[in-house]
């Protein structure tokens, strides 16, 4: 009777309660474990590192880069360049719609018939927007007192259109969100886009070790505004000896996304790192 009751209690310590044991600590350790794992395959190389931990590190080496609010870049006005055909030699600069994503124009309807071209602002949507407004149905009207106007898309929030024109004080009308429109542009800080903070990050580091070089200062426009974006035009010493003037052209058509956000990085860094350098935007 005593031995079979012996053989009960150590089969249940053998199996039941041990493995109960190790099992809890199994479950308890599981957090660290999959921390141990997830850093042992990170890499500072783009999509082996998450972006909650490469911005983390960015706030950590003292990186801290504004860029232009996302609903200003995305719902101002922007002028476009010449779009002539030579073909048909006709000048097609007005028919172009513009890209908020890839912050680009797309010229529409190259095709010249009896029946004529149909207004490019029947063709306008909130991914192909229109500069001019011509004689589209007023939507509503915002005050010039409505806060927080744009969401993170660049679209008018419904909360701030009115059906009828405000009793006091000035107001816009709204014609869609498939217009461009007249805006402020406030600087904000936020972060920016993964890919690009990820390069931005491997150039700061090297100016941080390596020296506020023009050599450098060429690797950070590389970088930013590669595909012809932003160009060293030339460098040369100032009057009074103690600055260089760098002078640089842009391309704002460059097969390129983020064009404003890395034009404007481009500026503010070199001048947070390159305090002996004065960019100049040749004319």
């Known amino acids: 009777m005593a031995k079979a009751f012996f053989r009960f209690l150590r089969g249940e310590l053998n199996g039941f309660?041990?493995?109960?044991?190790?099992g809890t600590l199994n479950r308890t350790t599981q957090d660290v474990k999959e921390f141990f794992i997830q850093f042992a395959k990170t890499q500072m190389e783009e999509g082996k590192i998450s972006p909650e931990t490469l911005y983390n590190?960015?706030?950590?080496?003292?990186i801290y880069l504004p860029r232009i609010a996302k609903s200003e870049a995305i719902s101002s006005v922007r002028m476009t360049e010449s779009e002539y055909d030579e073909e048909l030699q006709y000048e097609f600069s007005e028919r172009g719609l513009y890209k908020p994503q890839d912050e680009s124009f797309e010229f529409v309807q190259k095709v010249i018939d009896d029946t004529g071209l149909p207004d490019i602002n029947t063709l306008a949507t909130e991914e192909k927007r229109?500069?001019?407004?011509?004689?589209?149905?007023?939507?509503?009207?915002?005050?010039?007192n409505a806060e927080d106007v744009l969401d993170d898309n660049g679209n008018v929030r419904p909360s701030a259109i009115s059906a009828t024109p405000p009793s006091e004080g000035a107001y816009s009308d709204f014609y869609g969100n498939q217009f461009l429109f007249l805006a402020?542009?406030?600087i904000e800080y936020s972060p920016i886009a993964y890919e690009l903070f990820l390069d931005l990050f491997k150039a700061i580091q090297y100016v941080?070790?390596?020296g506020s070089t023009i050599l450098a200062l060429g690797r950070i426009m590389s970088i930013l505004c590669p595909n012809?974006?932003?160009r060293l035009v030339s460098v040369a010493v100032s009057e009074n000896k103690t600055k260089f003037?760098?002078?640089y052209e842009t391309d704002i058509n460059a097969d390129l996304n983020f064009k404003q956000d890395r034009l404007s990085l481009l500026l503010y860094i070199t001048k947070m790192k390159f305090?002996?350098?004065?960019?100049?935007?040749?004319?």
């Open 17 to 22: 309660y041990i493995t109960n044991l190790y």
């Open 245 to 247: 003037i760098v002078s």
């Open 208 to 210: 941080r070790y390596n």
């Open 130 to 144: 229109s500069s001019l407004v011509g004689e589209e149905t007023i939507e509503g009207y915002i005050s010039e």
């Open 275 to 283: 305090p002996l350098v004065e960019m100049v935007e040749a004319l």
């Open 57 to 62: 590190l960015g706030k950590f080496a003292g």
């Open 184 to 186: 402020e542009g406030d």
């Open 228 to 230: 012809g974006l932003a």
